[in-house]
């Protein structure tokens, strides 16, 4: 019983809900797998680099191209969901340009989630979990960050960890 | 030789290779703190003087970045008999680079040495003048010996390693405040394996105390806390709110940063000078090892809590500054990072297909090292590194033979130490100049310049008001000087051009003749 509570406090009562309900709904309208010409320009001002002999020409193609720059894209989405600063701390110090950060977890909540990781490794949950959340992050990532809905998906994910470590905190107490 | 000597063997090979192949030649230019600490070796090495002609000084001022004496010392010798250049004033970071991963071999074996012995970040500074990366192994030599007598109960390697660490703090700022932490954790924590007499505890103490008495001095002087003082988030410039809870909040997020996995794996340092372009401190993938470590210190099976508290405790100088995650001042966090991640891939190691995926990986991962340090980053960073100055000092070396004033913008960087660097000034006729200059080397921390060097000055150039003054030969901004606007002013005449690699004009070298 108290577990559910304090899950339906995070899930209704942690910034998060209510500040992705004032923002909105997209920051860019750019999808992951567009580039830009500003990034078509770099890729050929860094091949510009490897001039000089065959394999350094082939070396610079093979390391900077189209592709490389769209899984960057992908994996520049991915690592921002996996930072905790983006939950705890609106983002900061490593605030991303021309975008309005919002916090979503309070910060003081930090210390009860990472007591919440540690009993879902003692409850050997910590893969189950850790893979569902990996895979929701993956696809999201997808949609790039402009998609500030869907983010929200993450929520009940991180307030089951929340209520984890706040319920352990509470019977120890 | 047995099989494990012959592994480290291998190992330190590799590690080697890495940092030492092309040292001097390959990679970025040479950063002005380089230059600095490379010329202050020189002039110690020829006079026992640095370049104010301070007699043996515990802080190098030089153009107030007060480097701690460390590196200066130990690299007296290689300088004095190598000569003065870049792979000499280089040499002794790359060789602790090497000795690191000895180091890291003795407490975690193989898997954590080699990849210590690959790491983006560990290579990026083993390749640089870098102070805090001697620290640095100097510490983790201090580590070495601590673990040496946690297994021997030797009162010889407790004294060592309390020896081997005070003189890290010689090295670099964050081992001032990291060393005597993670010593507090340990010796709490460790406290049934300490010795209890109080005779073995003055044999323990004595040379380290007395070692570490001249820190003293280092931390309470205006020159020792200028740093600190400067660059925390509780200086004026730091604008920082007063409130404890804003204050909370940003310690907080400024200590947690230095955990993000975005951070660390992916986007890395923001500094142009202080990362290499496309790469983070670690390789993407080793994000998998670093989890699985971290799970394995939330089971329990990894119980070193020397590696522990240092993990926790290495971010903190970094924290307590406003700058986003400054892989320098952070640099003690990521050799216990490092052991993390192989110890989590060693968890993973049992499985024949993950050790294919990791070998396939780290030669790819090894290639884009490559790729990024000897093509892209030197060309693209060329600017923030510095890389023009080498020949800017050239030319500026010919034209003093026949020119009668040459003023050298000081705006750009600074400009006199790496003249007095590339053209291998004379320490004792620097000297004749800076020891007529008037400033309380030890207490003011405010800028002390020389104007000239003969015929050569180093002055801001307000190019509108300076382009009258006829014979005089400027080394000016590019910027400021846009060709169009001298081609057409027949005043003016373009002696040279000094160029980034990519063939952006950086200096322009004019003089006005009539």
Same mark, same amino acid.
Not at chain 2, 233 to 242: D, I, P
Not at chain 2, 501 to 507: E, N, T, V
């Given at each position: 019983m108290v577990g559910r509570i304090v899950f339906v406090f995070w899930i209704f009562l942690s910034p998060w809900l209510w500040n992705t309900l004032r923002?909105?709904?997209?920051? +860019? +309208?750019?999808?992951?797998?567009r580039l830009g010409e500003t990034e078509i320009d770099q890729i050929n001002y860094y091949r510009d680099t490897y001039k000089g002999n065959y394999w350094s020409e082939l070396l610079g193609k093979v390391s900077l191209n189209k592709v490389e720059k769209i899984w960057g894209h992908w994996g520049s989405n991915f690592f921002t969901y996996l930072d905790l600063n983006y939950y705890f701390f609106a983002n900061h110090p490593r605030e991303r340009i021309g975008v309005v950060e919002i916090q979503r977890l309070y910060f003081w909540s930090l210390p009860i989630f990472l007591i919440g990781l540690w009993a879902l490794v003692k409850k050997k949950l910590f893969k189950i979990w850790f893979s569902s959340f990996l895979g929701l992050v993956g696809l999201i990532s997808l949609f790039g960050l402009q998609g500030v809905w869907v983010e929200i998906l993450l929520l009940p994910m991180m307030a089951v960890v929340l209520t984890l470590g706040a319920t352990y905190v509470f019977k120890r107490r | 030789m047995s099989l494990k000597g012959g592994k480290l063997l291998i190992i330190l090979a590799i590690a080697g290779v890495i940092r030492?192949? $092309?040292? $001097? !030649?390959? $990679?970025m230019g040479f950063f002005r703190d380089e230059a600095a600490l490379g010329y202050n070796i020189y002039s110690m090495a020829l006079t026992g003087k640095d370049e104010f002609a301070k007699t043996f000084p515990i802080i190098f001022r030089s153009f107030e970045v007060f480097f701690l004496p460390l590196y200066v010392y130990l690299s007296v010798p290689i300088v004095w008999v190598l000569g003065l250049s870049v792979f000499s004033t280089r040499l002794l970071s790359a060789i602790a680079g090497v000795v690191a991963v000895g180091g890291v071999y003795y407490l975690a074996r193989t898997l954590p040495a080699i990849l210590l012995a690959i790491s983006p970040w560990h290579v990026f500074f083993s390749r640089g003048t870098f102070e805090g990366n001697l620290a640095l192994t100097v510490f983790l030599l201090g580590v070495c010996f601590w673990v040496k007598y946690l297994k021997d109960r030797k009162l010889k390697y407790l004294s060592i390693s309390l020896l081997t660490t005070v003189i890290s703090m010689y090295g670099y700022q964050s081992e001032r405040l990291v060393v005597p932490l993670w010593w507090m954790c340990n010796l709490a924590i460790y406290k049934k394996d300490l010795p209890r007499k109080f005779v073995e505890w003055f044999k323990v103490l004595l040379f380290p105390v007395l070692l570490g008495l001249p820190l003293l001095f280092v931390w309470f002087s205006p020159a020792g806390l200028h740093r600190a003082s400067g660059v925390s988030? =509780?200086?004026?410039?730091?604008?920082?709110?007063?409130s404890v809870v804003n204050l909370a909040w940003k310690i907080g997020a400024m200590y947690s940063h230095y955990f993000s996995p975005k951070n660390l794996f992916w986007e890395g340092d923001y500094d142009k000078q202080r990362s290499l372009v496309e790469m983070s401190v670690f390789y993407w993938w080793w994000i998998v090892g670093w989890i699985n470590g971290i799970i394995l210190i939330f089971k329990n099976k990894v119980k070193d809590w020397w590696l522990v508290s240092w993990w926790l405790l290495s971010p903190i100088p970094a924290a307590l500054t406003p700058d986003t995650f400054h892989t320098y001042r952070s640099l003690m966090f990521y050799i216990p990072n490092t052991i993390i991640i192989g110890l989590g891939f060693k968890d993973l190691f049992k499985s024949k297909v993950f050790r294919i995926l990791f070998l396939s990986a780290s030669v790819f991962s090894l290639v884009q090292l490559f790729s990024t340090y000897v093509y892209l980053t030197p060309m693209i960073r060329a600017k923030d590194w510095d890389q023009p100055f080498k020949e800017t000092a050239a030319k500026v070396s010919s034209l003093l033979k026949t020119e009668k004033k040459i003023v050298w913008d000081r705006r750009i960087s600074e400009p006199y130490i790496q003249y007095l660097f590339w053209s291998k000034y004379d320490p004792v006729k620097l000297h004749a100049v800076t020891k007529n200059l008037e400033f309380d080397y030890y207490g003011s921390v405010g800028e002390v310049r020389f104007s000239h060097l003969d015929k050569l000055y180093f002055e801001p150039i307000n190019w509108g008001a300076r382009k #009258? !003054?006829?014979g005089t030969v400027f080394v000016v901004d590019a910027a400021d000087t846009p060709e169009s606007s001298i081609v057409t002013d027949e005043r003016l005449k373009i002696i040279d051009r000094i160029s980034l690699?990519? $063939? #952006?004009? =950086? =200096?322009n070298v004019v003089k006005v003749i009539n």
């Open positions: 923002r909105p709904v997209l920051i +860019s +309208s750019y999808p992951i797998w | 030492l192949w $092309g040292l $001097g !030649e390959l $990679g988030l =509780f200086s004026v410039n730091a604008n920082t709110s007063k #009258r !003054e006829v690699p990519d $063939g #952006r004009r =950086f =200096f």
